[in-house]
């Protein structure tokens, strides 16, 4: 039987999870909780987790000098490397266990946090780097969908038509142009590769990918759908709900991919057009009084259609067949 919030909760009453209170995130921010459910699996199954963290909001929020909110080893390093980072501290564990200075049967969960910017944009190669080394270290991708912590600047992550300030909304462009870019089927290619998508929303499917993650023989990558309610201009209560409308919407397909492998994890019976997760949110406010509003929104409607599709035929195709 798979663990629960409730016996977590219980748990972790009596255990530290690894981040504690007194940080000073917003109110309602997406990341913390990625944190706490990854830590929490991790502990819950046995290992200590070792983390690591790219520049970002949850970093310069939870590490002000000086005080931290991190009662686990960790090491802070640039916007660009949190992969290449732990690559090295997984292996200096690793050369220390082979000389016998860490107990052989000692499990250590290595975790990377990183938020969109540091994934999917400057830290793209220190990502792959590590995937390709076969490093056994798990990737949390925080994904705010911007450049948070320097005031909301567009990333490679931002959706179309979500006002930024370096891709505003206004008279003559509709803010970001161009589609999300996709991460996961990235992270994906390199084949030797366990990947997948997690909400808040769904944290029984969430827990279940951290567990699988930490126990694939390799690296490991989770794309977290993590909500910015000050610059999604959303009510500090609404994380959950929206990341359930990102999931409702097909805006967020909550599926994995094992060396190739393809599996939907969650399949509602019927979705609600994307418009609804537009509307739920002020960053679109802007987008959504545009004459051209309909245009855009449709593109994106087909576009969510046309992945839900592909992944379905992916799944089916994939059945039994890893690629390596
Ligand atoms: C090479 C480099 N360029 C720019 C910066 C400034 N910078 C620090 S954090 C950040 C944005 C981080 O965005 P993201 O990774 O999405 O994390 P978030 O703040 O959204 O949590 C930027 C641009 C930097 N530290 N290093
Ligand atoms: S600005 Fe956004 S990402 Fe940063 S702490 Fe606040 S809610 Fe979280």
Redesign the pocket.
Known sequence: MPVNIKQLAQEFDKKEIGITQGHRLCPGCG?PITVKFVMMIARHLGYEPVVGL???????STTIYPYTAWSVPYIHN???NVAATMSGVETAYRALKNKGKIPEDKKYAFIAF??????????LQSLSGKIERGHKVLYVL?????????GN?R?S?TPPGSDTTTAPVGKKLPGKVQLKKNIVEIVAAHENVYAATAALSEPMDFFAKVEKALNFDGPSFLAVF?P?VRFWRVNDDKTVEISKLAVETKYWPLYEVERGVYRVTRKPRQFKPVEEFLKAQGRFRRLLSRPDAKEIIDELQEYVDRRWERLLALEEVTKDKPIR
């Open positions: 990341a790219a520049t970002g909001c949850l970093e310069v640039a916007f660009e990183g938020g969109d910017g540091g994934t999917y944009d400057i830290g925080y994904d705010n969908e911007g450049y948070m912590n320097t600047q990333s992550s993590s910015c």
